[in-house]
């Protein structure tokens, strides 16, 4: 089944060779088996704050396997990633899929989601769910991670990526009535949401 790697990345510095971290990546990821499906900034944030020092990166593996496989190469372990040491905190880990990602090229977008629960969201979580598959969205996962392989994720912090077809269907979906006034309610008082959009990958 699909895996995803996650990546919440704070930049610090720029004590590092980014330049060839960059121009590498991208080659010994895809090559590995890997496919970016979103980083960068966001192209809006709906919720929380997104700093000005902020990066993600979502990328679609076929299995965790394969994905444990790239990280711990030569290639990546080795040549690639002491490039990027010194120039941000990074938060990276794996996560299961629900499902697969869309195929490259088109419109869509992905609604990222960092949840700090104090609370559990069962309810909300049920109509959510409901709500996104009616506005044509669906969720690639959601939960906590398979294994964190860099940095510290939270045990009280939850990642929820959907993808939609559109900028528009994702924005309709989030403005809509039915999500602020009858769905998002049921989240109130159960943590601290960040939550954007990013564009696809080129």
């Known amino acids: 089944m699909t895996a995803y790697l996650v990546a919440n990345n704070h930049l610090t510095g720029f004590e590092g060779n980014v330049a060839a971290y960059r121009a590498g990546v991208t080659a010994v990821s895809t090559g ?30 076929p299995d965790a396997a394969t994905l444990e496989r790239f990280w711990t190469s030569d290639a990546y ?42 609370h559990p969201i069962t309810d909300y979580g049920k109509a959510a769910g409901a709500l996104v598959a009616q506005h044509g969205g669906r ?9 964190v392989l860099e940095g510290e994720w939270l045990e009280r912090v939850k990642v929820v990526v959907s993808v939609w077809p559109s900028l528009q269907a994702a924005t ?10 009858d ?20």
């Not at 309709?172 to 006034?181: C, E, R, T």
């Not at 769905?183 to 080129?202: E, H, I, Q």
């Open 32 to 61: 590995a088996g890997g496919r970016y499906l979103a980083r960068g900034e966001p192209i809006k944030v709906l919720e929380g704050q997104w700093l000005p020092r902020q990066r993600n990166v979502i990328s679609a593996w």
């Open 172 to 181: 309709d979906f989030w403005n809509s009535d039915a999500y602020q006034k």
């Open 77 to 118: 372990a080795k040549n690639l990633k002491p490039n990027r040491a010194g120039n941000a905190l990074n938060d990276i880990a794996i996560f299961q899929g629900e499902g697969d990602p869309p195929p490259p090229g088109g419109t869509h977008v992905y609604l990222m989601v960092l949840a700090q629960l104090t």
């Open 139 to 147: 969720y690639l996962l959601r939960g906590a991670p398979l294994k």
């Open 183 to 202: 769905v998002k309610p049921l989240r109130d008082g159960t943590g601290v949401y960040d939550v954007a959009l990013f564009s696809a990958a080129s």
